[in-house]
């Protein structure tokens, strides 16, 4: 299932959701938790907003929000770019599988996955066997993916993404396996972060106890 928005990136809040948020009460911007799933997974390449959006998105469904990247390090005790120059990105696979497996574990949550957990089997077999779980993939094209990710490190001062100076060769091999483990697709390069969760949980209504495609 694919939702497509059209309108033009904001620099402000849109005239769609700006005023509803301002005159309407928070529950009328809630839509009912989607039937049949129990936790919405956000997959997507470094900079496709799957933290941004994750956090609107459990907000918006009165759900937790985990990211995966940060249960990696409360479980390390290291930052990801940590983890990745002392043991390798191979010791950060690793530290991912078992996170991921433990936050599978979880009800009611919205769970913002790294962008290359869909590179290991072993994590597309979990979510492809982990009931009721809808897999989201935060599609955009390359570049604005890049100047995303560019921008939040001038932002933070600091290269947050070991692998960003690889982005085209692993956006590449990854991009045939967010489209495959995911049942439910947003392009997001139009949109702003409201009208992404909007367009998600939409999604998962017409979709109604859809289940995954299989992991491969
Ligand atoms: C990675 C993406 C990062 C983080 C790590 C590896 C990747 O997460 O898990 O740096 O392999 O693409 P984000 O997608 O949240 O940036």
């Given at each position: 299932?694919?939702?497509?928005?059209?309108?033009?990136?904001?620099?402000?809040?849109?005239?769609?959701?700006?005023?509803?948020?301002?005159?309407?009460?928070?529950?009328?911007?809630?839509?009912?938790?989607?039937?049949?799933?129990?936790?919405?997974?956000?997959?997507?390449?470094?900079?496709?907003?799957?933290?941004?959006?994750?956090?609107?998105?459990?907000?918006r469904l009165?759900?937790?929000?985990?990211?995966?990247?940060?249960?990696?390090?409360?479980?390390?005790?290291?930052?990801?770019?940590?983890?990745?120059?002392?043991?390798?990105?191979?010791?950060?696979?690793?530290?991912?599988?078992?996170?991921?497996?433990?936050?599978?574990?979880?009800?009611?949550?919205?769970?913002?996955?790294?962008?290359?957990?869909?590179?290991?089997?072993?994590?597309?077999?979990?979510?492809?066997?982990?009931?009721?779980?809808?897999?989201?993939?935060?599609?955009?094209?390359?570049?604005?993916?890049?100047?995303?990710?560019?921008?939040?490190?001038?932002?933070?001062?600091?290269?947050?993404?070991?692998?960003?100076?690889?982005?085209?060769?692993?956006?590449?091999?990854?991009?045939?396996?967010?489209?495959?483990?995911?049942?439910?697709?947003?392009?997001?390069s139009a949109?702003?972060?409201?009208?992404?969760?909007?367009?998600?949980?939409?999604?998962?209504?017409?979709?109604?106890?859809?289940?995954?495609?299989?992991?491969?």
């Amino acid at each position: 299932m694919t939702a497509t928005l059209e309108l033009e990136e904001r620099t402000e809040p849109s005239a769609k959701t700006t005023p509803s948020a301002k005159t309407e009460p928070d529950d009328v911007r809630k839509r009912p938790v989607p039937a049949g799933v129990d936790r919405v997974v956000l997959t997507g390449f470094m900079g496709s907003g799957k933290t941004t959006v994750g956090r609107a998105l459990a907000e918006r469904l009165g759900w937790q929000f985990l990211d995966l990247d940060t249960e990696i390090e409360r479980r390390d005790g290291r930052s990801v770019p940590q983890v990745f120059a002392e043991s390798g990105e191979a010791h950060f696979r690793h530290l991912e599988t078992s996170a991921l497996a433990g936050l599978l574990g979880q009800r009611r949550v919205v769970l913002a996955l790294g962008g290359g957990a869909p590179e290991e089997l072993g994590n597309r077999l979990l979510l492809e066997q982990t009931p009721r779980t809808a897999v989201v993939y935060l599609a955009a094209p390359l570049e604005t993916l890049i100047a995303r990710c560019e921008r939040d490190d001038a932002r933070t001062g600091a290269a947050g993404r070991p692998l960003l100076a690889e982005a085209g060769q692993r956006f590449a091999v990854r991009r045939h396996l967010y489209e495959r483990i995911a049942a439910h697709h947003v392009e997001t390069s139009a949109c702003d972060v409201e009208q992404v969760a909007d367009a998600i949980l939409e999604s998962l209504q017409q979709s109604r106890g859809r289940t995954l495609r299989p992991a491969g």
